[in-house]
């Protein structure tokens, strides 16, 4: 066991796995939903230029989300080797990893940034833009140009993770939300930035962040994990166990963008733009929904990859049952409130000038697409048990089977096939997700008594 005081949240994950779980996902439930709030708000103004904007906002969405899946996925990574180590009670090769996930972080960066910049235009025009495609360009160059601290802010998290400490990138996510909402109405608005402005703000908003936990880690110094160039000894076995669940995370989370992008195109085949706006804006509140899963299955990473490490086989266990137990209660309030107020909520994101016409089917996709919040409660738990033991590729195979496997399988049966037009698109994620959540389930737990048989 480690002894340094700063070692109380490893010691909390390995004797208290319920409390330690608690603990950690809520700082990250209100970071994410901090997160997911201001995005939000970006929606809320956009929506003020037009329905046009506001869509062509949306194409870019997919790409958008490559850039967070790359961070959070290599986040996901790193939060597992340390947890890993430091469960293991290795403290130096903890800090050798640290710095290990931060030189990645930045290679990645760059790569992503070249290699989207130069596909940009082809993306979108494949994925229907049409004419937006001038708005999803001024928001989309932008970005990418930023891109780098979307990235790098991202993955930075999962080093405090990896540590048991989710309370700072709490207060550095509310930061930088504060910021991205001041900076918003002036850049799009007083200077008549239009979605550039938008832009613009995000990723002035992410370099704050960056300046925050950089500060934590070099000027003051009192974090318990050292990412310094000091620390670093190049080594396989380090890389690998990053790579592992980092790279799969990503491209679970780049399957993710797939499907938006697919999903999209899909809309505007049974639809019109209109329904890709009302899917992109719809999806943002989706996103706020479902938070509190995504933050406790993060959570539960790092309570795993720690008693992984030690061996504790039966605690990761009772961490898995406890937060599907905690995530369906949260699902289930969450599905009434929205499914109660669609109504309120869209009026807010579609009320003024063009949007307004985009009100009804909003409210409509927030009535029915809450029908699978219980079921992604367990799928999410289940999904982050496999990251957190180092099955990467396994919890990558179960994203890709929900999403572009039965989800799409069923939105294309019943928007296309079956003639049922957008609402057989919203009803087609609805059961793709009930589906393929529920194999997740039993597939986690049929895995961890595997684990624990082994013992």
Sequence with gaps: ????????????????????????????????????????????????????ALAGVGFFTPIFMILVGFGNGLGSGAAF??????????????????????????VVSILIT???????????????????IGYAMDYGVIILLGSIFIILSNALYGIFRGEGDTTRPMYAMIASAILNIILDPIFIYNLNLGVKGAALATIISSIFVIIILLYWFYIKKDTYLNP????????????FDIIKVGVPASIQLLNNAFFAAVFSALLTFVGSTDSVAVYSTGWRIVTIGTTPLLAIGTALISVIAANYGARNYKNIQIAHRYAMKVSIVIAIIVM??????AGDIASVFASSGSSVRIASELTGFLSWIVIYYPT?????ASTYVFQGVGKGLTAMFQTIMRETGFTIFFAVLLGVVLGFG???????????????????M??????????????
């Design 422 to 440: 957008v609402w057989g698109a919203w009803m087609g994620i609805v059961l793709g997700e009930v589906v393929s959540n529920n194999i997740t």
């Design 336 to 341: 009434v409130i929205t499914n109660v107020f």
């Design 81 to 106: 080797a340390l947890s890993k180590y430091l469960g293991e009670d290795d403290k130096s090769k903890a800090d050798n990893a640290s710095i290990h996930s931060i030189i990645v972080d930045v």
């Design 114 to 132: 070249v290699i989207l910049l130069g596909l940009l235009n082809p993306i979108l025009n494949a994925m229907g833009a049409g004419q937006t």
């Design 1 to 52: 066991m480690l002894s340094n005081d700063s070692s109380n949240s490893v010691d909390l994950m390995l004797q208290n796995p319920k409390r330690a779980l608690i603990r950690m996902s809520i700082p990250l439930i209100i970071s994410l939903l901090i997160t997911s709030f201001y995005n939000l708000i970006d929606a809320a103004w956009v929506s003020g230029l037009g329905a046009d």
């Design 442 to 455: 039993f597939w986690a737990d049929w895995h961890i008594k595997k684990l624990m048989g082994s013992r």
């Design 228 to 239: 310094t160039l000091s620390n670093l000894s190049f080594k396989k076995d380090i890389s």
């Design 376 to 380: 992604m409660a367990v799928g999410v």
